[in-house]
Nanobody, 120 residues
Framework: QVQLVESGGGLVQAGGSLRLSCSAS????????MGWYRQAPGKQRELAATITRGGSTNYADSVKGRFTISRDNANNTMYLQMNSLKPEDTAVYYC??????????????WGQGTQVTVSS
């Protein structure tokens, strides 16, 4: 019913920047909270940043001051601007969204993930 598609991942040198995008489509009335999560090899998935529909943001301590989350409610899209990247930022980054559907019910969705690799 809903697809979340991430893009923008890739290979970058330490100190570089990447911008991730997450586009939602399908049976969507509106989207409440959205977030970026990441999972490094051998580790559990962890929160990177979240943003409410109204634009309030929350960041993991490890990315504060380097990453900026934003969203475009009109186009059901979320972004993650990542600056000053470090090798420890290497992970698969996942988009997450709380979707309100037409018909007034709610479902939480995950994207398929996009790989970010930061070389030292």
């Amino acid at each position: 019913q809903v697809q979340l598609v991430e893009s923008g991942g890739g290979l970058v040198q330490a100190g570089g920047s990447l911008r991730l995008s997450c586009s939602a489509s399908g049976n969507i009335f509106n989207i409440n909270d959205m977030g970026w999560y990441r999972q490094a090899p051998g580790k559990q998935r962890e929160l990177a940043a979240t943003i409410t529909r109204g634009g309030s943001t929350n960041y993991a301590d490890s990315v504060k001051g380097r990453f900026t989350i934003s969203r475009d409610n009109a186009n059901n899209t979320m972004y993650l601007q990542m600056n000053s990247l470090k090798p420890e930022d290497t992970a698969v980054y996942y988009c997450n969204a709380d979707i309100r559907h037409f018909g007034n019910y709610y479902t939480n969705y995950w994207g398929q993930g996009t790989q970010v690799t930061v070389s030292s």
